[in-house]
């Protein structure tokens, strides 16, 4: 079965740390690009931090630059999303998604994304 799985989401306090996990099945995460998204209460889905295929090619959407860091581990298929310094304005449901394009494309047109795991909740309150 084809399918994008997180995890890692919880509560946590205003300061604190998480770390999300994206693991797929039945594909191999190395040849396409992997995005998080997030959706916070009465907004719109936003990127959040993208890896492009085959090379190390990565982004961030504003509200991540400087606190949040995403990685790969080829060997067990899996993208990371360590979240530092977390904010209230950080609550929302994460969503990881693949897609397949060129060699070390990386952005957030979710359009482009074709594959969406179904959400890890991040709730950060004290």
């Known amino acids: 079965q084809v399918q994008l799985v997180e995890s890692g989401g919880g509560l946590v306090h205003p300061g604190g740390s998480l770390t999300l996990s994206c693991a797929a099945s039945?594909?191999?995460?190395?040849?396409?690009?992997i995005a998080w998204f997030r959706r916070a209460p009465g907004k719109e889905r936003e990127g959040v931090s993208c890896?492009?295929?085959?090379?190390?090619?990565?982004d961030y959407g504003d509200s991540a630059k400087g606190r949040f860091t995403t990685s790969r581990d080829k060997a067990e298929n899996k993208v990371y999303l360590q979240m530092n310094g977390l904010k209230p304005e950080d609550t929302g449901v994460y969503y990881c998604?693949?897609?397949?394009?060129?060699?070390?494309?990386?952005?957030?047109?979710?359009?482009?994304?074709?594959?969406w795991g179904k959400g890890t909740q991040v709730t950060v309150s004290s």
């Open positions: 039945g594909f191999a995460m190395d040849g396409h690009a």
């Open positions: 890896i492009a295929n085959g090379i190390d090619n990565i």
């Open positions: 998604a693949s897609a397949t394009v060129i060699r070390g494309w990386c952005g957030f047109t979710q359009s482009v994304y074709d594959r």
